[in-house]
């Protein structure tokens, strides 16, 4: 089940929120649906390198608001806020409505986001980097940041071999069954000259023990004051490998 079902749709409504709320009748809700899907294609074409990890779209009686989390708001907001206003009359066009309110969140910490990540090694295979070296960059900025785990898997024609294969590279603990782990997932591609290429991030950030509000715009970071106590526990853990390997100062003497 953990390796089939999508992190996130999987703990919806457990420890994370829709990125759709609203309410419809039957008779409405396929079109506002349609609706959601072409305001989320059109932002993510028009805004191609803002670094959005993802678009809350929240409905009221007549009121459309769309809430931009992104690594990179001065590309979004653009000189004296001018960019937003011309995306904001877009909107209206694209919808038929006349009340659109544009929110825009900054992610601090765009290596915890798995959207913004695989972007990253997206744009990283599209301009002939190597992929691995673009993934192992990608997990230790990632695991630098205090996450618990990362996991990295690419697909296709890598480095424009004739044959595809898959790839797979992983650094601390993604447990995919654990509800109360909040684990980010993003799937993008790259495309590249010899075809495309697939990326999936997994990112684990640690446990969510207590309750979590399930607002899409909750900023969700270490776990709630768990971070400096995780931090300690894997220090120590480093200095015990080192005195299992020799690794130490007196180890050192021992040998010579």
């Known amino acids: 089940m953990g390796q089939k079902a999508n992190p996130i749709g999987n703990r919806l409504g457990i420890i994370r929120g829709w990125d759709s709320n609203w309410f419809s009748n039957k008779k409405n809700f396929a079109a506002k649906l349609i609706e959601d899907t072409k305001i989320r294609a059109y932002l993510n074409a028009r805004i191609n390198k803002g670094g959005i990890s ?3 779209i929240e409905r009221t009686l007549g009121k459309l608001i769309v809430t931009i989390h992104t690594s990179k708001p001065g590309i979004i907001i653009g000189k004296g806020g001018g960019e937003v206003d011309r995306i904001k009359e877009e909107l209206k066009k694209l919808t038929d409505k006349d009340d659109v309110q544009i929110n825009i969140l900054e992610i601090r910490r765009p290596e915890l986001d798995a959207m913004i990540v695989a972007d990253n090694i997206a744009r990283q295979i599209e301009n ?27 697909s296709g024609r890598l480095g424009g071999a004739e ?8 650094q601390g603990r993604v447990p ?5 782990m909040d684990i980010d997932y993003a799937n993008v591609f790259a495309l590249t000259v010899y075809g495309k290429i697939g990326i999936k991030v997994w990112i684990c950030k640690g446990e969510v023990l207590s309750k979590r509000d399930l607002n899409p715009n909750f900023v969700s970071g ?8 995780n931090e300690r526990r894997d220090h120590r853990q480093d200095d015990r490998r080192n005195d299992r390997r020799g690794g130490d100062r007196r180890g050192g003497e021992r040998q010579r």
Do not use: C, P
């Open 54 to 56: 993802k678009i809350v």
């Open 128 to 154: 002939r980097i190597n992929f691995k070296r673009a993934i192992k960059l990608a997990i230790a900025s990632t695991l630098r940041m205090g996450a618990d785990g990362i996991k990295v898997k690419v």
């Open 163 to 170: 044959i595809a294969r898959s790839e797979e590279i992983k």
């Open 176 to 180: 995919l069954h654990t509800f109360r």
């Open 222 to 229: 270490k776990n709630e004051g768990g971070g400096e106590r």
